[in-house]
């Protein structure tokens, strides 16, 4: 005599908790572009001086640099969302006392900061 | 002061399918949905069917939908709704069975299934037994937050992964089953990793987060899913090197 309500393909237009879920797990399509850049880059340096230079143009075109500044983007608003959650899914303690979220949250941020000023330092250092 | 409510009706005898009605109902600055509820069903329609008992956010079983969000009737006001207008349904992801009742089972199944009780040690010595099994307030602040679930199943409600899959055994349970695992009069964890593990167990969960935001009692179910997948996933590793199960 119940009835089951069914979830419909659009389920997460439903409110802007889903939407932001959503945006956050789309953050991997950009991801996936600058990935297969990555791989194709490695495999070109392998193929010689001419397959890297191609290669190399292939990334100067402005559309190439476009979604790759989104994949850029889109990986820091994802770090950001994983950071947020980081303290409440790994709680840790240090001397007996629990460390604050905002310290956990800034001591991530800190090792971002780290690692963009050691490319840094590789590439233009 | 009034306000036009709206309720998904669902009467089986009469029509399979859910139809709105609205009701006016008058309101003052301390009247609650669940208040409204019950004044359309004492003045103006005795055949509207719902559920709850304490009035104060803590029996859990007045759950609705409002807006779309899960929530409590008892712990919402009709001043706060003035300027949207207000859509009540019965709470998501369930079977309905009348109007705002709907059949809690599925969430009930899970929350036997987690073993949400003291194990001890030795199952002879039960944790039953008089002897005062003493913690300090260290232990005790280790669970105490996921220990304030009052089973209202929001969370339920507000999961779409329990909405696409029945099975999962969902936030208040897995949260219930990581508040056990953490506390220290407990020995049962063993016991309940091999659900925890399962697939639909914690790994089912892609931290989509609204459990939480729904949650009326701060449990944060969404943070005990997620770091029992950290459990889980020791566990499996210790499992692999050959070490405790
Ligand atoms: S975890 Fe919160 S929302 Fe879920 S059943 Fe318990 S009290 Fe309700
Ligand atoms: S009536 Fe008990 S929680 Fe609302």
């Known amino acids: 005599m119940s009835y089951r309500p069914t979830l419909t393909r659009t389920w997460w237009l439903k409110n802007t908790a889903f939407k932001v879920y959503m945006l956050r797990e789309l953050t991997v399509l950009p991801l996936l572009f600058f990935l297969l850049c990555l791989v194709k880059g490695l495999y070109s340096l392998s193929q010689g001086a001419e397959a890297w230079y191609l290669w190399l143009a292939v990334m100067q075109n402005p559309l190439v640099m476009l979604i790759n500044t989104l994949a850029l983007l889109a990986s820091l608003f994802h770090a950001w969302t994983f950071f947020q959650l980081f303290p409440r899914v790994m709680p840790l303690e240090f001397g007996g006392k629990k460390v604050s979220a905002p310290a956990l949250v800034a001591g991530q941020w800190a090792g971002v900061l780290a690692v963009f000023a050691l490319v840094a330092w590789l590439f233009w250092g | ?245």
Not at chain 2, 196 to 216: D, H, K, L
């Open chain 2, 1 to 245: 002061m009034e306000l036009e409510v709206t309720i998904q009706r669902y009467l089986p005898e009469q029509s399979s399918e859910p139809f709105n009605q609205s009701y006016t109902v008058p309101y003052d600055t301390s009247t609650s949905v669940l208040d409204a509820l019950t004044y359309i069903k004492e003045e103006l329609d005795p055949t509207l069917s719902y559920r709850w008992s304490c009035r104060m956010a803590i029996c859990g079983s007045c759950g609705i939908m409002l807006n779309g969000k899960p929530m409590l009737g008892c712990n919402v006001f009709l001043r706060d709704y003035v300027q949207t207008g207000m859509l009540i349904e019965p709470m998501a992801h369930f079977p309905v069975e009348r109007d705002l009742i709907i059949d809690m089972e599925s969430f009930l199944t899970h929350l036997e299934a987690v073993k949400p009780y003291l194990i001890s040690k030795d199952s002879k010595e039960s944790v039953q037994s008089f002897d005062p099994h003493n913690q300090t307030p260290r232990q005790l602040d280790k669970y105490q937050q996921f220990s304030s679930c009052i089973n209202c199943g929001l969370c339920y409600s507000a999961c779409p992964q329990f909405g696409l899959n029945p099975e999962f055994i969902g936030p208040a349970a897995l949260t219930l089953a990581h508040r056990y695992n953490l506390d220290n009069r407990d020995a049962g964890q063993a016991e309940r990793m091999p659900m925890i593990n399962s697939e639909e167990g914690a790994w089912s969960c892609t931290f989509v987060g609204y459990c939480s935001e729904v949650c009326p009692k701060s449990v944060d179910p969404a943070a005990a899913v997620n770091q029992s997948k950290v459990t889980s996933a020791t566990d499996l590793i210790f499992s692999l090197l050959g070490g405790r199960s």
